[in-house]
Structure formats: C-alpha cells, structure tokens
C-alpha cells in the first residue's frame, strides 16, 4: 500500500502518521494499494469524529480524514487503535455498501433510517473488536481467548457503539 499525504496534511503529524500506517501496513485488505491522508475540516454530521475513512475500492484506494479532534487525543496508543479501526472499515467495505443499497429498497423511511442505524452500530461494533484483536495479535503474537482488559478497557474509552468526542468514522465515496 502506497501512502500518500495531500499538501494541506500538517508536517507535526506527518512523521507520527506515517510510523503508524507503515507498522499497520500488513493490517489492510489486498484491494488497497493506495491510500491518501488528508486534514479536512469537519461538516455538522463529523463535527465530533477525529478521523474518517473513505474507501473506493473499485479504483484500489481510500482516503483517511483526520479531523481537529483527533489533536486533542494524547495517548499513543489509542492513536494507534484509531488509526487502526479506521483501517479495518475497508475490510467488508462492499459488504457495508451492499447493506445500505438494500435498506434504500425499503419502503418506509421511518424502518429505512432504523435499519441504517442497525447497520452503522454492527459496523462500528464489528470494525472495533477487529481492531482490537489485531492490536492484541501485534503486542502477544496472539490472540487472547477473553480479550485483555485493555480492550476491554479501550473500547469503553473510544465509545464503541457511542457518539463520544474522540469517535471514529467510516463513509464510502460516492
């Protein structure tokens, strides 16, 4: 995978970003050759989300928006986790786009938004227990049975299945 940072990309974070991607390097589904990271300024409905991931994987490449509140996480290693999460999301990338095709079939509004919302909690749910076991996998060589309670601990923190300031965010590019 080819990394990638646009012009705008802030040089104080360019050398932690790039240890982090190249450690995780191996970590990424074999359709992402190219990934390109920019700093974006937030909208309303990302206005809380520190990063973001944007696949398009029928051109071979996603793109990774970091956001102001990523700045205000201290602890590396929760970085990492972020970074990490943000990373996962391109594994089942078509699967998540198959799921939000159909729920557009449906034809009440009202069970279109509840089935998305189903949607994104599985998929941030599912994103975050891989990113934790890759991280246990890469510290131990292995996976633990139970999971540590760092996991266990860093999912309470990232506000798996929450909307909490240091959130974590995957969209796909239209």
Same mark, same amino acid.
């Given at each position: 995978?080819?990394?990638?940072?646009?012009?705008?990309?802030?040089?104080?974070?360019?050398?932690?970003?790039?240890?982090? *991607? !190249?450690?995780?390097?191996?970590?990424?589904?074999?359709?992402?050759?190219?990934?390109?990271?920019?700093?974006?300024?937030?909208?309303?409905?990302?206005?809380?989300? %520190? *990063?973001?991931?944007?696949?398009?994987?029928?051109?071979?490449?996603?793109?990774?928006?970091?956001?102001?509140?990523?700045? =205000?996480?201290?602890?590396?290693?929760?970085?990492?986790?972020?970074?990490?999460?943000?990373?996962?999301? !391109?594994?089942?990338?078509?699967?998540?786009?198959?799921?939000?095709?159909?729920?557009? *079939?449906?034809?009440?509004?009202?069970?279109?938004?509840?089935?998305?919302?189903?949607?994104?909690?599985?998929?941030?749910?599912?994103?975050?227990?891989?990113?934790? %076991?890759?991280?246990?996998?890469?510290? !131990?060589?292995? /996976?633990?049975?139970?999971?540590?309670?760092?996991?266990? !601990?860093?999912?309470?923190?990232?506000?798996?299945? =929450?909307?909490?300031?240091?959130?974590?965010? /995957?969209?796909?590019?239209?």
């Amino acid at each position: 995978m080819k990394i990638i940072f646009d012009g705008n990309f802030p040089t104080q974070l360019r050398k932690e970003f790039e240890d982090i *991607l !190249n450690e995780y390097k191996a970590l990424v589904p074999p359709w992402l050759k190219r990934l390109t990271v920019h700093f974006g300024v937030s909208d309303e409905q990302m206005k809380n989300a %520190a *990063l973001e991931m944007l696949a398009q994987e029928e051109y071979r490449s996603a793109d990774m928006v970091v956001y102001a509140p990523y700045l =205000s996480i201290t602890d590396l290693e929760y970085k990492k986790l972020c970074i990490l999460h943000e990373l996962c999301h !391109n594994f089942y990338d078509r699967l998540r786009n198959t799921a939000y095709n159909i729920v557009g *079939l449906l034809p009440e509004e009202s069970v279109q938004k509840l089935a998305a919302e189903q949607i994104r909690a599985a998929d941030e749910s599912v994103t975050q227990d891989l990113a934790e %076991a890759f991280t246990e996998i890469l510290k !131990n060589g292995k /996976s633990s049975e139970k999971g540590s309670s760092k996991a266990k !601990n860093s999912k309470k923190e990232a506000g798996t299945g =929450s909307r909490k300031v240091q959130k974590t965010v /995957s969209r796909t590019k239209k």
